[in-house]
């Protein structure tokens, strides 16, 4: 079984209005205990939500910067990335989003609910839109489903909070060495992702990511090879931040 009230809520929903439409059970991606299930179980339900279903190619953008956030967003196929466009004129990467994933969900219920990001397919991929009251009625009406919800949100904030750390570092050797000290236990650290990938994530190009790692090494600071590492003068890394 899945949760009682996630299931009951099929009832609720139907009953709600005649206009409602059948989707499969991308709403209980909030829900702790229905995500515990085996995937056979879950796929096989079917609740009563108001929605609809858009497909995009890969390069098309699902939502612009500014936009207003009217739906809960959720991808159901395929992977995005989210791009932030500074007053500047530059372009700053922000994640990358692979389905099952709801983009923007706590913006749903912001005063200013917008979206902050412009939102790209990068294969093509299916966005499902669930209105706002189907939305407030799971949350009425499941618990567990409002703790995932807030647990949710709540992790992408410490998320982004982390990116704006990086970004108030002003140079590249200063946002290598905060993004090492995060990771590192007993002086050891791996960096968890490509160099490439990670010149995207810190907003710099490859060559002078690579060139900044260099001289740290040279320098004495780390000891780094084929993605992991060690801190050899710890005071010296944090004097770069």
């Known amino acids: 079984m899945v949760c009682n009230i996630c299931y009951y809520d099929k009832i609720i929903l139907y009953t709600f209005a005649e206009n409602t439409k059948i989707m499969n059970t991308e709403l209980l991606f909030f829900c702790p205990f229905c995500q515990e299930k085996p995937e056979e179980v879950i796929t096989n339900l079917q609740f009563f939500n108001e929605h609809s279903i858009k497909t995009y190619k890969r390069g098309e953008y699902i939502a612009y910067q500014g936009d207003v956030v009217s739906h809960l967003f959720m991808l159901s196929k395929g992977s995005v990335k989210t791009e932030m466009v500074a007053d500047s004129g530059m372009t700053i ?27 790209i397919a ?17 949350i009425a009406s499941c618990p567990r489903f409002l703790l995932g919800f807030l647990n949710f949100n709540a992790n992408r904030i410490q998320f982004l909070s982390e990116r704006l750390k990086i970004f108030a570092q002003k140079s590249i050797k200063a946002k290598v060495a905060y ?8 002086g050891h650290f791996e960096l ?9 994530y810190f907003g710099v190009e490859r060559p002078s990511l690579s060139r900044a790692i260099s001289e740290m090494c040279r320098d004495g ?9 060690r801190i050899v003068d710890v005071n010296k890394l944090k004097e770069l931040l």
């Open 179 to 186: 993004y090492i000290l995060q990771r590192t236990k007993q």
């Open 93 to 119: 990467p922000i994640a990358t989003l692979s389905a099952p994933y709801p983009l923007a969900s706590a913006l749903i219920f912001a005063d200013d609910n917008r979206f902050p990001v412009d939102i």
């Open 221 to 229: 600071i780390i000891e780094y090879k084929d993605g992991v590492g």
């Open 192 to 200: 968890g992702q490509s160099i490439v990938s990670l010149a995207s």
């Open 122 to 138: 990068t294969e093509d991929c299916e966005i499902i839109r669930i209105t706002k009251k189907s939305l407030e009625r799971q």
